[in-house]
Structure formats: C-alpha cells, structure tokens
T-cell receptor, first 113, second 113 residues
C-alpha cells in the first residue's frame, strides 16, 4: 500500500477565493472520509463517500463546501468564497470494505488571509 | 456537546516508565475505539483499536483498555520512549452511523530521556 496522499500539502489564499483539495485513497479502499482540524482541537468529521456515493455530510459543511468522488477513486473538496475561519488542516482518510480502521493522509494545511 | 473527551491536555513521563492516556465518551452507540498518534503538520497515524466486545487489546508496547460501564478507555505505553513524544487522540465510531470518527481533543505526551 502506498498510503493515502493529499495535494497540495499547503495552500495560502486570499479571502473570497476558491480552493480545491485532492485526496487519493489507498488502492481498493471503497470508503473515503474528510475531516477538518483546527489548532488545539481534534479532527472533526465533514463528509464521507462509499464508492462514488456521498452518504453523510456534517452540519459543519456549509453551502460553500462541496465534495465529489466521481469515479469512486480520488476525491476533491472545494471551498468557495473562502473565509478566514476556513483556515485549518483538511484531512482525508480511507477504509477498506467492512473494516473499521481509517488511515489518514498527511493533510492539506489551508491559510486564508 | 463533546461526545469524546480527553481531560488531560498534556502528560510528562520519564523514559522507560509507563505512560497512561485516558479518554471518556458519552455516546453508548459507539462500538469501536481507536488511538492515533499525531506529529505537527502530519496526518494522524493509527496506533491501536478495540471493539466494544473486548475489554483489552495489546500490540507490542501499546495496550488499550475499555471499560464500557464507565464509558472509559485508556492507552498504556510500556516502556515509554522519547520517540513516543507526540499528541495522542482517541476516537470512537458507530457501525450504524457510517463509522465516521468522533475525536477527543488530544493529549500531548512528552517522554523525557
């Protein structure tokens, strides 16, 4: 296994701009999760996919956030009209089949100026 | 409403001694519990997990104990090594709720040589 990868690792943007992050899960992992972590806190669930279907969204995921997993492999998370409060580490995790352990990528650190 | 709590924000231990990290939860629907280790600017690394049907799971220097009646779990590291210094997060999930993880706030462990 090559592990979960995320791109970019760091992103600095100005308030009001749109940003998109990519997550490539471990091969053959059919479930993919997005989390957000702010300083001093544990990660918080945002949304998850089983194959290409988005099955759950947290109330943290405002209308400015959208996630896709079009072919059931990689996923993208887009934030429109970024705000300073969006500054955080965005984490992606994947799980194989009916197993329960989630494996995380290195994260994308977003800074909104 | 914090469903998973780690009440000790930090813990300092001498090398070679035991480290005990604690975690409490409130949601009785949680049926799977995990511990992750995290370094700054990296994603969480899976350490060890336990299903609610067990009360103990061991993997090398790491042992997790689960007390369902008290809704409490703990991670024991024996012997502690300086390389164990990191932030440790406990997390819980429910199979019937999509297995999304609910994290505690983390405990920073410092192992002194």
């Amino acid at each position: 296994d090559t592990g979960v990868s995320q791109d970019p690792r760091h992103k600095i943007t100005k308030r009001g701009q749109n940003v998109t992050f990519r997550c490539d899960p471990i091969s053959e992992h059919n479930r993919l999760y997005w989390y957000r972590q702010t300083l001093g806190q544990g990660p918080e669930f945002l949304t998850y996919f089983q194959n290409e279907a988005q099955l759950e969204k947290s109330r943290l995921l405002s209308d400015r956030f959208s996630a896709e997993r079009p072919k059931g492999s990689f996923s993208t998370l887009e934030i429109q009209r970024t705000e300073q409060g969006d500054s955080a580490m965005y984490l992606c995790a994947s799980v194989r089949g009916s197993q329960e352990t989630q494996y995380f990528g290195p994260g994308t650190r977003l800074l909104v100026l | 409403d914090q469903q998973v709590k780690q009440n000790s924000p930090s813990l300092s231990v001498q090398e070679g001694r035991i480290s005990i990290l604690n975690c409490d939860y409130t949601n009785s629907m949680f049926d799977y519990f995990l511990w992750y280790k995290k370094y700054p600017a990296e994603g969480p690394t899976f350490l060890i997990s336990i299903s609610s049907i067990k009360d103990k799971n061991e993997d090398g220097r790491f042992t997790v104990f689960l007390n369902k009646s008290a809704k409490h779990l703990s991670l024991h590291i024996v012997p502690s090594q300086p390389g164990d210094s990191a932030v440790y997060f406990c997390a819980a999930s429910s199979y019937n709720a999509g297995n999304m993880l609910t994290f505690g706030g983390g405990t920073r462990l410092m192992v002194k040589p």
